[in-house]
């Protein structure tokens, strides 16, 4: 099974700032990445998938890079609605989620 | 537009099996590439693929809880029903079905989750 590691575990950020997440992979996953995003009391919400595409809706303050083991979310300019726990998810081979970044505010 | 939605026991006992119903909508699970699974999510943790079925009825489970897992699905009635065996207190989560559209495991909609608890 593919252990993804998630860094930070919480990341305080002031709105307008940028936020960068990071997420590692135990063995190569190519670019089959997601990145999902969960509010309290709710479902995750996809917000990116294949490492970089931006899904239907999602505003393009939210970027993806990264392929093999490294990946990276960025929050270009935080919303007040960005603070939220993001989820990074490999479907390489049996789907696997990291453990979670928190971004909270600063 | 696709909706799913959970439905189940919200109290097991250990050791008994639950059975969660997801109907869904606004898509076929025998359109080719189509997937539905479930996730499950601790209360305050991270979350869990358990189990996952394809348009062409092959069956993929996690590797860890296989051996309690059943995914069925019934085309005609747009339903997917997860089994899981022998529940224990630690199996206490919110359950979620998804759509993964190409099958692969990435999720572009998700029910809105049922919490179930395993207790005596």
């Known amino acids: 099974e593919i252990v993804m590691t998630q860094s930070p575990a919480t990341l305080s950020v002031s709105p307008g700032e940028r936020a960068t997440l990071s997420c590692r992979a135990s063995?190569?996953?190519?670019?089959?990445l997601a990145w999902y995003q969960q509010k309290p009391g709710q479902a995750p919400r996809l917000l990116i998938y294949g490492a970089s595409t931006r899904a239907t809706g999602i505003p393009a303050r939210f970027s993806g890079s990264g392929s093999g083991t490294e990946f990276t979310l960025t929050i270009s300019s935080l919303q007040s609605e960005d603070f939220a726990v993001y989820y990074c998810q490999q479907y390489n081979n049996w789907p696997t989620f990291g453990q979670g970044t928190k971004v909270e505010i600063k | 537009q696709i909706t799913l939605k959970e439905s189940g026991p919200t109290l097991v006992k250990p050791t008994q099996t639950l059975t969660l119903t997801c109907t869904f909508s606004?898509?076929?699970?025998?359109?080719?590439?189509?997937?539905v699974g479930w996730i499950r999510q601790p209360p305050g943790k991270a979350l869990e693929w358990l189990a996952l079925i394809y348009w062409d009825d092959d069956k993929r489970y996690s590797p860890s809880l296989k051996s309690r897992l059943t995914i069925t699905k019934d085309t005609s009635k747009n339903q997917v029903v997860l089994t899981m065996t022998n529940m224990d207190p630690v199996d206490t989560a919110t359950y979620y079905c998804?759509?993964?559209?190409?099958?692969?495991?990435?999720?572009?909609?998700w029910g809105q989750g049922t919490l179930v608890t395993v207790s005596s």
């Open positions: 606004g898509f076929s699970l025998s359109t080719s590439g189509v997937g």
């Open positions: 998804a759509h993964s559209p190409r099958g692969d495991g990435s999720i572009d909609y």
């Open positions: 063995q190569s996953v190519s670019s089959n």
